[in-house]
């Protein structure tokens, strides 16, 4: 499963670092990433980072948001610098695991409300 975590509220302009491990029998993790649903919105990519950390950023976050991982530890994460309100929403992380050679899965986790006030 996926546990995420780092969400809250901060101004515009301010920073949030997200979180996001995956964790039960893991063969292996291969992309991972977030993706985010604001209020009535569908849900949208945010940023997808590859096993060889092969990096891919929506055209709203770029220049402001980085993704990372942590592969030892399956885990990724999304800095998140120079906030606007715009960016707020329920974010979500999604990663295709290996649970053993030849059977992959795709997991979401359960949300993290990132609110930004202006």
């Known amino acids: 499963q996926l546990q995420a975590s780092g969400g809250g509220l901060v101004q515009a302009g301010g920073s949030l670092r997200l979180s996001c491990t995956a964790s039960?029998?893991?063969?292996?993790?291969?992309?991972m990433g977030w993706y985010r649903q604001a209020p009535g919105k569908q849900r949208e990519l945010v940023a997808m980072?590859?096993?060889?950390?092969?990096?891919n950023y929506s055209d709203s976050v770029k220049g402001r948001f980085t993704i990372s991982r942590d592969n030892p530890k399956n885990t990724v994460y999304l800095q998140m610098n120079n906030l606007r309100p715009e960016d707020t929403a329920v974010y979500y992380c999604?990663?295709?695991?290996?649970?053993?050679?030849?059977?992959?899965?795709?997991?979401w986790g359960r949300g993290t409300l990132v609110t930004v006030s202006s």
């Open positions: 999604n990663a295709n695991i290996q649970l053993r050679p030849g059977v992959n899965m795709i997991y």
């Open positions: 039960g029998s893991i063969f292996s993790s291969n992309a």
């Open positions: 980072i590859s096993s060889g950390s092969g990096t």
